[in-house]
């Protein structure tokens, strides 16, 4: 069969740092391909669908698989059906790796802070057991005087969360219009470092780190439950 050949004029090329998509897809009008494979004005090769609930791409592909393989006619071909994350493994693996890379590094960062603020009720504790011990002997508890230096701690580490979301959101703004970090598409299938600024995940970033921080220095803080008035007075 002589194959049949049309002359397309090129309007342009498209980028998205996929090879597996830039070297094989052209976008064009569909009445070209029709015409090519002599196929009506209805038929075509295949039906893209589009979810809304990303996470749910596996119940929905499957409900999808039960309605093609439920509806057939008589000779006709039954459908396949294959989900993006099937069709292209390699892409959602290297993207599960980076997640699991973010989730590693938040843990680091909020143990370092967590042990770094710890370190620092310590000092403030032993450089204020002469106070401690006046609040003991005037009867205050233990409990109200580990709130003191808790109420400090969370003072302290909230106001170097402010510098540092500053300084992180000035970074992502440079980034998001400038583009200052390069990337190399053949290895991370983008040309630069994207960044999303999401108010909300950065209110409960913050709030979680807080909190962590704060349910590790609960424990150090029975250090002033062990500091004893005479001894703390009479050192004094």
Known sequence: VTPRMLQLKVCGIYRTSLEEFDNLFIIGDIKQVQRLNDWKSDEISG?????????????IEQEIRNLVVDYSKENSAILRTESITRQYPQIFDWLSILDMNVWVILFLMVMVA???????????ILERSTMIGVLKALGSPNWSIRKVFLYLSVFLTSRGMIWG?????????????FHLIKLNPAT?????VPVNLNIVHILLLNIGCIAVTTLMLVIPSYLVSKI???K????D
Not at 47 to 59: A, C, N, P, R, T
Not at 188 to 192: E, G, H, L
Not at 232 to 235: A, L, V
Request: charged share 20%; proline share 2%; no cysteine.
């Open 47 to 59: 039906f893209e669908i589009l979810v809304s609930d990303f996470k749910k791409i596996d119940l």
């Open 114 to 124: 967590g042990f770094n603020m710890i370190s620092a009720l310590l000092v403030l």
């Open 165 to 177: 979301n500053a300084i992180g959101i000035a970074i992502i703004l440079l980034q998001k219009i």
């Open 188 to 192: 991370y299938y983008v040309d630069v």
């Open 228 to 230: 004893s008035p005479d």
């Open 232 to 235: 703390s007075i009479r050192f």
